[in-house]
């Protein structure tokens, strides 16, 4: 996963965002924002605002903020002895493991000849319900439509021939969409939750995403998008959709 410090200016920068803009409109100042861009946390306050100041820097670059706030704890915070498991939940358990299973070995050999006896029944029964196949001139076996398997494999062949995109954004969302020639279809667009994005459709697009604050269909299908503290990218094609590394997605700006 990339630094928590250069995920924030990846952002801004893509985003065209000035250090001031940021502190105008989130209230927070331009040496924080230095400092978690540079990763300098004896900087601020503390580890409460840390995590306050990723929070609303993140929603306001279209970035997940829990994601980020996860890594930082991940990275520069150690569990406290609250967290820890009391000694008497421990002992507890201790004592649960010695005294064994609570069913007597001699139940559970009983269940295990009941359900033999039960499946050997069932067996027989059904073996002796079996149908007999039809014999002699009258059998009338079904041949193998032929003609609707071909017209079904050429129904299949057109419909794959193109791919359709549509996305529902649940929250702040970024979102870059190109086609294969390099035609831009979403020139790089921050959509509000619930905004209406038109579905797009191609031979082949390329998509960018700030954030999984998204619901995604391909083709009528469900992707489920994975959350992550970089940009997202898909390259979508008929009958397949892959991931794209940063380096390789889409730039509208």
Not at 31 to 41: F, G, I, S
Not at 81 to 106: S, Y
Not at 133 to 156: D, K, Y
Not at 208 to 232: D, F, W
Request: with cysteine; aromatic share 4%; glycine share 8%.
């Amino acid at each position: 996963m990339a630094d928590i410090g250069s995920t924030l200016r990846e952002a801004r920068m893509r985003a065209r965002i000035d250090i001031g803009e940021v502190e105008a409109r989130t209230k927070i100042r331009a040496k924080y924002l230095r400092a978690m861009e540079n990763e300098e946390w004896d900087l601020l306050p503390g580890p409460v605002y840390v995590k306050s100041f990723l929070r609303t820097y993140g929603d306001f670059l279209g970035l997940d903020s829990r994601l980020l706030v996860d890594d930082f704890k991940h990275r520069y915070e150690r569990p406290s002895d609250n967290e820890m498991r009391p000694i008497a939940a421990l002992g507890r358990e201790r004592e649960r493991a010695a005294k064994g299973p609570l069913i007597p070995p001699w139940a559970i050999i009983g269940l295990v000849l009941v359900a033999v006896v039960v499946a050997l029944a069932i067996l027989g029964n059904s073996t002796s319900n079996k149908p007999t196949a039809p014999t002699g001139l009258h059998a009338n076996p079904v041949a193998p439509n032929h003609h609707r398997h071909r017209h079904s494999s050429r129904v299949g062949s057109a419909s794959s021939e193109t791919v359709k995109l549509q996305l529902i954004p649940t929250g702040s969302l970024y979102v870059c969409l190109v086609d294969g020639r390099g035609r831009k279809l979403i020139p790089g667009t921050t959509f509000a939750a619930g905004q209406s994005i038109p579905a797009q459709t191609g031979s082949k697009l390329l998509l960018t995403l700030g954030n999984a604050s998204v619901q995604m269909k391909v083709n009528g299908a469900a992707v489920r998008i994975a959350p992550s503290a970089t940009s997202i990218g898909y390259l979508l094609k008929p009958g397949a959709t892959t991931t794209l590394p940063v380096a390789k997605q889409p730039r509208c700006a």
